[in-house]
């Protein structure tokens, strides 16, 4: 059971570069989501999912797209990638209920440095 | 939306003595509280959580406490260890919200001194 899994593990892009980061999740949790962590500001959401084929904006979206196509798989991508963008990206997975939030699991994290 | 503020920003302790951070919130529909830890270069790892439910819950030599009324909880570590040395988030979540998602605080960074 390997749980929540992130690749690449670290990437250096220059601006205007695109680039896809891949999480995966073999616990059939329904919902996920992408953060980014940058010191001093803890964890920001970039987006969610709530399901296979549904995403959502979290609180810094812009600039990120997403796309949940398989239950076990949540890409997000940069279509051109900006410095501001530099950070270590945590992809997380938990079960869904309409009535209780579960524990968020994350992954390893990726880190991405943008020239 | 939820708003987290989270207390001190960093925190440093002798080996032994106990360690408290503390958390308000602002939406008083949260109702699930949960504290994560993580190490240098790791991913964050929960470590205990609490649901309104409760005022106080203990796991070994962590304990958590809420006051629903104020709106603030905390995070308490007694007999602090250097393997306690981490950085500490403290999250809400209102569970009506579509996506049960997590609002975090910016985190303190613990320091035991041995």
């Known amino acids: 059971n390997a749980g929540v899994t992130q690749t690449p593990k670290f990437r250096v892009l220059k601006t205007g570069q695109s680039m896809t980061l891949l999480c995966a999740q073999d616990m059939n949790h329904e919902y996920m989501y992408w953060y980014r962590q940058d010191p001093g500001m803890g964890l920001r959401l970039i987006h969610y999912?709530?399901?296979?084929?549904?995403?959502a904006k979290g609180e810094v979206p812009d600039g990120y797209n997403v796309s949940r196509l398989k239950k076990q798989n949540f890409l997000l991508g940069l279509e051109s990638a900006a410095p501001s963008q530099t950070s270590v990206y945590f992809c997380a997975s938990s079960y869904a209920s309409d009535r209780y939030t579960d524990t968020q699991y994350f992954g390893p994290g990726t880190r991405l440095t943008v020239l | 939306g939820e708003n987290v503020e989270q207390h001190p920003s960093t925190l440093s302790v002798q080996e032994g003595d106990s360690a408290v951070i503390k958390c308000t919130y602002s939406d008083s529909a949260s109702n699930y509280f949960p504290w994560y830890k993580q190490e240098l270069g790791k991913r964050p790892q929960l470590i205990i959580d609490?649901?309104?439910?409760?005022g106080e819950k203990k796991d070994q030599r962590i304990a958590v406490t809420l006051n629903k009324t104020a709106k603030h909880f905390s995070l308490h570590i007694t007999e602090t260890q250097p393997e306690d040395s981490a950085v500490y988030f403290c999250a809400a979540s209102n569970p009506e919200e579509y996506g049960n998602k997590l609002v975090f605080g910016a985190g303190t960074i613990l320091r035991v001194k041995s």
């Open positions: 609490i649901r309104s439910n409760v």
């Open positions: 999912s709530v399901g296979e084929g549904t995403t």
